[in-house]
């Protein structure tokens, strides 16, 4: 079984790694002890909203970044686990918003977000 808890705990890792900070950083940045964040990072806790927003905020990521890394995360595992009980599996295909491009509007706040035309097809061998 996959959990959403987990998927999201390593993605949470991951991005605190990178940056080279330790839990005692983010968890005093974030406001959370340390105890519950090396929770949530393990899987063990399930994160509230409040407070995946702001642990995002402590490292300085979108939330709809880590969100989408962690939808990735789970994209992937899907396909490994139907892959293992070979079953075929449809995936639909969403365009990839890495390279998104934005472009200011003159008007009241407006902005045009173009996302790639083609999108990319993923087949589980």
Do not use: W
């Not at 890495?98 to 472009?103: P, R, Y």
């Amino acid at each position: 079984m996959i959990l959403l808890r987990r998927l999201l705990g390593d993605v949470l890792r991951r991005q605190r790694q990178r940056q080279g900070r330790t839990l005692r950083e983010v968890s005093s940045s974030a406001r959370v002890s340390l105890g519950y964040l090396s929770e949530v990072e393990r899987g063990q806790k399930e994160a509230s909203s409040e407070l995946l927003s702001a642990i995002c905020d402590a490292l300085d990521v979108r939330m709809s970044e880590l969100m989408r890394e962690v939808s990735d995360e789970l994209s992937l595992a899907e396909l490994a686990q139907s892959a293992a009980a070979s079953e075929p599996v449809s995936v639909p295909v969403r365009p990839m918003l890495n390279s998104v491009s934005m472009t200011s509007v003159p008007g009241p706040e407006r902005v045009t977000i173009k996302a790639p035309a083609e999108a990319v097809n993923v087949v589980a061998a």
